[in-house]
């Protein structure tokens, strides 16, 4: 993977891929670049066997304040409403969170400072999210008149409901990390102080994990949320089955019976 990214920061440690969006000025506010640029670092963490896990995070004071809104200049100051810019730069966020969703292998998304508009977002679409008690969140789309984008409404209907979703969105009001993990946005809530040393834990842990089935259980999850029992005992035993057959089941089996934590090769 190359590593001369303008705009964002990668780092590899042992399996665990660091994604940081490198804008500190700007609160990492996301300009084309920036999303042209995580596309192409998301597109390749997921196909990449020797990444595990990854980590989503942003630099400086802030997760990130949503999309570079002094990019779209030309827009607001012309008389031609009809000139919206947003159909094609929207696919390059779609597109993201996608990837960050589907991707074979666990995505952790660390929030810390300002969290808000459309990344706040794509930390929605990854799988698991750590944030600092002091985390300002906020889905700031309706106080400049806008709908959430970047798939907002669907991951935040399955996170916290309709009703929270709504009330979250419509008023777009500031909340805390600590009022995020209690409505079940976020897994892991912590002071700011421990946060790295948290996610690093977690994080390591997890590219230690039987990946393959990682992704199994990541799928037959999200397949779970919006389909019947039937459908899902179906997808259940087929999954069983790959799972079965694994590597790392047959090293789970024989580490328990010889008394020893188990060296999953992630296959
Ligand atoms: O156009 C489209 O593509 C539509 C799609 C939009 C998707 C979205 O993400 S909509 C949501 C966009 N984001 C926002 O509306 C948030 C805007 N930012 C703020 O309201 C505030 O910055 C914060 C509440 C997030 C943080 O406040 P504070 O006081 O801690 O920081 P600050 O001083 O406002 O920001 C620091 C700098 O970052 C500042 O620049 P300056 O004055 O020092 O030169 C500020 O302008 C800049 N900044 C913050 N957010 C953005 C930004 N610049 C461009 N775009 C931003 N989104």
Do not use: W
């Amino acid at each position: 993977m190359r590593a001369d990214y303008q705009y964002v920061l990668i780092q590899q440690d042992n399996a665990v891929l660091t994604i940081t969006m490198n804008r500190p000025a700007v609160l990492n506010a996301i300009n084309s670049q920036m999303l042209e640029e995580l596309n192409e670092i998301a597109d390749e963490a997921a196909t990449d066997a020797a990444i595990r896990c990854v980590v989503l995070q942003g630099a400086g004071r802030a997760f990130g304040a949503g999309q570079d809104l002094s990019e779209f200049k030309a827009y607001y100051s012309s008389e031609d409403v009809d000139a919206g810019p947003l159909g094609e730069h929207l696919l390059g966020y779609h597109r993201l969170a996608r990837t960050l969703h589907e991707m074979p292998k666990p995505v952790v998304a660390v929030l810390h400072g300002v969290a808000t508009g459309v990344s706040l977002n794509l930390a929605f679409a990854c799988d698991l999210r750590i944030a600092a008690d002091t985390t300002r969140f906020s889905e700031a789309f309706a106080r400049i008149g806008l709908v959430p984008d970047g798939g907002g409404a669907y991951f935040l209907t399955r996170l916290v409901g309709v009703a929270k979703a709504l009330e979250i969105s419509l008023l777009a009001d500031e909340f805390s990390g600590i009022e995020a993990e209690r409505l079940g946005l976020i897994n892991k809530c912590v002071p700011l102080a421990e946060l790295a040393a948290t996610v690093a834990a977690f994080t390591q842990r997890l590219a230690q994990g039987p990946t393959y089935t990682y992704s199994l259980i990541k799928q037959l999850t999200y397949y779970a949320h919006d389909h019947d029992l039937q459908d899902v005992f179906h997808l259940e035993s087929e999954f069983q089955d790959k799972a079965f057959c694994t590597a790392d089941h047959r090293e789970g089996v024989q580490a328990f019976f010889e008394k020893r934590a188990p060296r999953y090769s992630g296959k």
